[in-house]
Nanobody, 126 residues
Framework: QLQLVESGGGLVQPGESLKLSCTGH????????IVWFRQAPGKDREGVVC?????????YYLDSVRGRFTVSKDNGRKTAYLQMDNLKPEDTAVYYC??????????????????WGEGTLVTVSS
């Protein structure tokens, strides 16, 4: 029953920034970790970064985004964010937010992730 809606994607040039939003439309958003995934053209979906249900700790799954991407979570607004700085062409992908089982830890195990957004396209091109 938890609906997740991503927004903020678009076309940018290398070196520019974007901030993605993921808004939950049901109260259990507060009790779930939020995981950002991405899927580049012709490639498998991969986990990017996760933030725990309280917004207190993060897990990075890609070395290539460390120092450039920052995840946050605001339960008052029922929104998680992905701030992406110094974007590179290889960051081009559809970005998805996903919510874990209630009270569960950060994970990229699909069986433990019952809710997904429909994705927002980020294109980094010169």
């Amino acid at each position: 029953q938890l609906q997740l809606v991503e927004s903020g994607g678009g076309l940018v040039q290398p070196g520019e920034s974007l901030k993605l939003s993921c808004t939950g439309h049901e109260y259990t958003f507060d009790y779930r970790a939020i995981v950002w995934f991405r899927q580049a053209p012709g490639k498998d979906r991969e986990g990017v970064v996760c933030i725990d249900r309280r917004g207190e700790s993060t897990d990075y799954y890609l070395d290539s985004v460390r120092g450039r991407f920052t995840v946050s979570k605001d339960n008052g607004r029922k929104t998680a964010y992905l701030q992406m700085d110094n974007l590179k062409p290889e960051d081009t992908a559809v970005y998805y937010c996903a919510a874990t089982s209630t009270y569960g830890p950060c994970t990229t195990t699909y069986d433990l992730i019952p809710y997904w957004g429909e994705g927002t396209l980020v294109t980094v091109s010169s």
